[in-house]
């Protein structure tokens, strides 16, 4: 079946195509690249996420992202150092830069981004993150609560401090954790919150993507890669920032010797594909958490129209040609 929507809006790209966003040495022209595949494969606007690192790595990362002026590039998101320090929340960011939140910090990292920053994940449980999170919600930029150990109590507190959504749902946290109550759960619970999910067969079970999109309905879901330079690759060694990573035969990127996923290899073509099927609604419901509701999240409208081939029997978009 054709199908014409408009062009995928993903939150979270750390890399796509070998090119690293976190590798501040990166040249023009392979970050020009790794926007070309994004494009072919739907994504017409998207927030290169730049991890947990030196001030330095961050504003050089920034500034040759924000060098391109490249119209795709609709704001930088900000993901940590304001994080849990802990092993399994921390996931694959570097420890020695985890750093408690501060307004000085931020406006430092914000002046090296030229104000572009738009996006800020963090930890409601590490010092000054509440005060961080109030500032940012009167600015107008949008904070999400992510890679976190904190208490039910202290995702409340975030929430009425002013944070809006929850960064890769079920991930970036302990591989165990209390039955109830617990973080997950209080997320889930909260309306205030959109969720982003990372629906690549890896991050979540189809079980829980189904029973997660449910609680949170789907117009408040949305789909993001959380893609890393592995996505569009064979399988091999890759980085995101100082971590070395590897990507397997079977899709998944993690951290050699590491239980933790580091990032991934998806495509939001496949992402919507594999929505449709884990979560069991029509393709009609999926297209928004990919398109018009990351949009809507950010105060922004997508951009460009794409046409694709829906093999409704097999769930797989196909996407054929993108236009502005």
């Known amino acids: 079946m054709k199908i014409e929507s408009p062009g995928f809006f993903d939150l979270q790209v750390n890399g796509f195509s070998g090119v690293d966003f976190n590798g501040p040495a990166c040249q023009p022209d392979r970050l020009k690249h790794a926007i070309n ?20 790595r961050f504003a050089r990362c920034a500034r040759a992202l924000l060098d391109l002026s490249d119209p795709a590039i609709a704001g930088i998101h900000m993901e940590g150092p304001y994080i849990s320090p802990q092993d399994g929340p921390r996931g694959a960011h570097s420890r020695e830069y985890v750093t408690e939140a501060s307004l000085e910090d931020f406006k430092r990292r914000q002046d090296a981004a030229e104000g572009r920053i738009v996006l800020v994940t963090l930890a409601p449980e590490i010092p000054g993150a509440l005060k961080v999170t109030e500032h940012l919600a009167e600015s107008g930029i949008r904070v999400a609560i992510g890679h976190t150990a904190g208490s039910p109590q202290q995702i409340r507190d975030a929430v009425n401090a002013g944070a809006t ?79 070395h990573i590897e990507l397997s035969a079977d899709g998944r990127v993690s951290v050699p010797g590491a239980p933790n996923l580091a990032g991934s290899s998806l495509s939001m073509n496949t992402a919507i594909s594999n929505a449709v099927r884990f979560a069991g609604l029509p393709l009609s419901e999926v297209l928004p958490m990919a398109t018009s509701l990351p949009a809507c999240f950010l105060g922004m409208k997508p951009v460009g129209r794409l046409s694709a081939d829906w093999d409704e029997v097999n769930c797989c978009l196909s996407v054929n040609a993108v236009f502005d």
């Open 37 to 56: 595949v994004l494009r072919a494969t739907g994504v017409t606007r998207f927030l290169p996420t730049l991890i947990t690192s030196s001030l330095e």
């Open 165 to 243: 959504l929850s960064t890769h749902l079920g991930n970036g946290c302990a591989q165990l954790l209390p039955r109830h109550p617990n973080f997950v759960w209080e997320q889930l619970a909260a309306d205030e919150l959109f969720a982003s999910f990372i629906v690549d067969g890896h991050h979540l079970p189809p079980a829980t993507v189904k029973s997660m999109v449910r609680a949170k309905s789907a117009c408040r879901s949305i789909l993001v890669t959380d893609s890393t330079a592995a996505a569009g690759c064979p399988p091999g060694s890759y980085t995101v920032g100082e971590a």
